[in-house]
Every structure is written in structure tokens, then in C-alpha cells.
T-cell receptor, first 110, second 112 residues
Framework: QKEVEQNSGPLSVPEGAIASLNCTYS??????FFWYRQYSGKSPELIMS????GDKEDGRFTAQLNKASQYVSLLIRDSQPSDSATYLC??????????FGAGTRLFVKA | NAGVTQTPKFQVLKTGQSMTLQCAQD?????MYWYRQDPGMGLRLIYY???????DKGEVPNGYNVSRLNKREFSLRLESAAPSQTSVYFC???????????FGPGTRLTVL
């Protein structure tokens, strides 16, 4: 059974702080990794995709991938109350099937 | 561009009833997907269509059927609804395969 594991949270951080979200996956052959943000009652939307080891930055967001440790993370710098949402880690395990984690709820306190 | 649209937004069924969830995308994407999302669980893939004319089972296909009507439309049918199918259903599309997926607004289905 291929799995993607995330801490369900909630993760609470003060406004302006760095939020760190983590994800581990079980399939060593996984090639594509994604972070989606989902506001309550809304649909998921892509924030970041990462395909190779290392860091990838996009504005306030940085995705980090370590394939040897089977670990993906998302850092959100200068967190804002509008970042409060559930963050879904998703891993493509080959073909057209993407496995989603259950998500981490983030709460940014103003 | 509307992106991915789904109908209906909400639906209540009785056990044993049937219904079809509709999904359409206007981004000229090749691949389309149906997921369900339950509390405390991640999105789970029900069926997908890699390209027009093809469909394949995902992680949880039992109790569902799909039709890729054309490149734009991908429908999900529940032939005999069961309470275990109470969930939020999301349709998604991607340009090519396991790439960035764009999600519709979802259908909240309750089976009594």
C-alpha cells in the first residue's frame, strides 16, 4: 500500500513567522511531488511542484525534497492569516495515479 | 475560462438510488480524474481518463462507473447509492498525465 503521511495538526504560528509543513511517502520510485492548499469548503489548488532533490522557491513558499529520506516539506515565510488552510502533500507514484496525504491544518494567528 | 465545472453542487440521495455527477473542463486538457474526499482522509482516486476514449480504475472504483463523453466532459455514475458513498466528490483535469491538476468546486453528496 503506497502511502503519504502528514501530521494532521493544527499547526499554529503567529503572523510573520515561518510555517513548516512536512510529508513522508512510502514509494521510493515516486518522481513528482506537489503541495496543494485547500481552504475550508473549497477545492484544492496547486502551490508548488518539485521533481528533483533540493529546494525550490516561489515567492514566500519553498518546497524541499529529499528522496533518500523520502521526505518533502513546505516552508511558508512571513505567514499571513490568509495562509490559514489545509495543506495537502501529493505524490505521483507512476502513471496517472497521485496519492494525497490527509493534509495538515495551518492556523496563522494575527 | 471557467476552468473545471461540476454539477450539481449538492445532492441528497436515498440508498439504492442512482445519479450521475457531471464534470467539464474548458482548458483543452487531455487527462481527467474523479476523487472523493472524506474527513480525516486524503483525496482518493476513483477513476481517471488519461485521454479521450480511455478510462481506468483508481484506488477506490467499486460502486462507480465513468464515461469520458468527449475531451471536455467526464461523468461519474453511482448505479445504486450506499451510505458509504457519502462524501465530497472532486473532478480534476491536467494537461498531460500526472502533472498539475486543476480541481472543480466539488459535489457534496449525502446518501441516506
Amino acid at each position: 500500500q503506497k502511502e503519504v503521511e502528514q501530521n494532521s495538526g493544527p499547526l499554529s504560528v503567529p503572523e510573520g513567522a515561518i510555517a513548516s509543513l512536512n510529508c513522508t511517502y512510502s514509494d521510493r520510485g515516486s518522481q513528482s511531488f506537489f503541495w496543494y492548499r485547500q481552504y475550508s469548503g473549497k477545492s484544492p489548488e496547486l502551490i508548488m511542484s518539485i521533481y528533483s532533490n533540493g529546494d525550490k522557491e516561489d515567492g514566500r513558499f519553498t518546497a524541499q525534497l529529499n528522496k533518500a529520506s523520502q521526505y518533502v516539506s513546505l516552508l511558508i515565510r512571513d505567514s499571513q492569516p490568509s495562509d490559514s488552510a489545509t495543506y495537502l502533500c501529493a505524490v505521483n507514484t507512476g502513471g496517472f495515479k497521485t496519492i494525497f496525504g490527509a493534509g495538515t491544518r495551518l492556523f496563522v494567528k494575527a | 475560462n471557467a476552468g473545471v465545472t461540476q454539477t450539481p453542487k449538492f445532492q441528497v440521495l436515498k440508498t439504492g438510488q442512482s445519479m450521475t455527477l457531471q464534470c467539464a473542463q474548458d482548458m483543452n486538457h487531455n487527462s481527467m480524474y474523479w476523487y472523493r474526499q472524506d474527513p480525516g482522509m486524503g483525496l482518493r482516486l476513483i477513476y481517471y481518463s488519461a485521454s479521450e476514449g480511455t478510462t481506468d480504475k483508481g484506488e477506490v472504483p467499486n460502486g462507480y462507473n465513468v464515461s469520458r463523453l468527449n475531451k471536455r466532459e467526464f461523468s461519474l455514475r453511482l448505479e445504486s447509492a450506499a451510505p458509504s458513498q457519502t462524501s465530497v466528490y472532486f473532478c480534476a483535469s491536467s494537461e498531460h498525465g500526472p502533472d498539475t491538476q486543476y480541481f472543480g468546486p466539488g459535489t457534496r453528496l449525502t446518501v441516506l
